[in-house]
């Protein structure tokens, strides 16, 4: 809405300056000399027919075209439109014969009855591209909205999504009976704080993505202690740790990899690196998993992955690289991303 006022108050300053411009015209280009005068017409000519000029291009403008130059009306607009003009003709004739007799009318005709024409076109022109932009505005905010409420359900999605594959560790701990249940839970409760308030917002730094990243791999590691081998590197420039980046976009690939690269395999890893330096973000994963199809987790395999290709075409067309690919028991996840 203030972008809007902002806009509005833009458009009449403009308009202001310009006709300011046309009605003290010969001020700007001629001199006391000549007595202010442009083609034999003196400067109050000028003001005065300035002003029927304006009345020309704003009843145009924001009157007879919007109401008839659409649909049927069209037959209107065209006969209402040479009236306008042409009565600006007589009138402007009788301002210089009454007011300025001294001037030569055959002379100055074509400055008299030109400008009425050119200011009708003019305020035609400007009707048709302010609708135009007009239109392209409305599409554009249109198309932010279908986007925000995309984007609102897909956050949607990863919030249960996640809470179910953190929820079954939690499970996991309780039947082993661990002592490391209290600490899991306490790191539960920072990742559901983060979801619940910071992921709500439009953009977090960097930097809080990363603690909740760390959060949830240290809460997994308490689940799987030393049954995988969890190798982590995060690396983060102070600059680059304070941009802007879309919430809970990396965890969909972490989680990925503990779902299918810790459990029922022989010598398990999961390998995680995560460097941004210089406005550049590079998350780079690793881990072992099961090729055969017939072996996936549940029905919902890929939701993580499928989301958030999505959001990153929705938020970062142009501005990101995925690659993702296996080679035997291996699977593979390259990711880089533009913050500026």
């Known amino acids: 809405m203030a972008s809007l006022k902002t806009q509005q108050k833009r458009e009449i300053a403009i308009h ?38 304006a009345g020309i291009f704003y009843f145009n403008a924001f009157y007879l075209y919007p109401k008839l130059a659409h649909g049927w009306r069209w037959w ?4 209402c439109s040479m009236v306008l003009v042409m009565a600006s003709f007589p009138l402007k004739y009788q301002l210089v014969a009454q007011l300025f007799p001294e001037v030569v009318l055959k002379n100055s005709a074509g400055l008299i009855f030109g400008p009425s024409v050119l200011v009708f076109a003019a305020s035609l022109v400007y009707r048709r591209v302010s609708d135009g932009i007009r239109k392209e505005r409305a599409r554009k905010e249109y198309e932010a909205q279908q986007v925000a409420a995309e984007l609102k359900f897909l956050r949607s999605q990863i919030n249960p999504h996640f809470l179910f594959n953190v929820l079954t560790s939690m499970v996991a701990l309780a039947r082993q009976k661990s002592d490391l249940l209290e600490d899991a839970l306490l790191r539960l409760s920072d990742l559901m704080r983060y979801m619940t308030y910071e992921s709500q917002a439009t953009r977090v730094t960097l930097e809080q993505e990363a603690d909740y990243l760390k959060n949830y791999i240290e809460l997994q590691k308490l689940r799987f202690s030393d049954s995988v081998r969890i190798d982590v590197q995060i690396r983060l420039d102070h600059e680059t740790a304070g941009l802007l980046i879309e919430p809970m976009l990396l965890i969909p690939f972490v989680e990925n990899a503990f779902k299918y690269g810790a459990t029922g395999l022989e010598d398990p890893f999961i390998n995680v690196r ?64 533009n913050l500026r």
């Open 16 to 53: 202001i300056s310009i006709w300011a411009t046309v009605l003290l015209l010969p001020y700007l280009v001629s001199s006391a000399d000549e007595g202010y005068r442009i083609g034999g017409l003196p400067a109050a000519y000028f003001m005065l027919a300035g002003t029927i000029h």
């Open 76 to 79: 209107l607009y065209i006969p």
């Open 274 to 337: 995560l460097e941004a330096a210089g406005g550049k973000l590079t998350l780079s994963l690793e881990n072992t998993y099961d090729p055969d199809p017939f072996n996936d987790k549940d029905g919902n395999s890929g939701i993580g992955l499928e989301n958030v290709r999505t959001r990153l075409r929705l938020i970062y067309p142009g501005n990101h690289s995925l690659v993702v690919g296996d080679e035997g028991t291996v699977f593979r996840i390259i990711f880089n991303l």
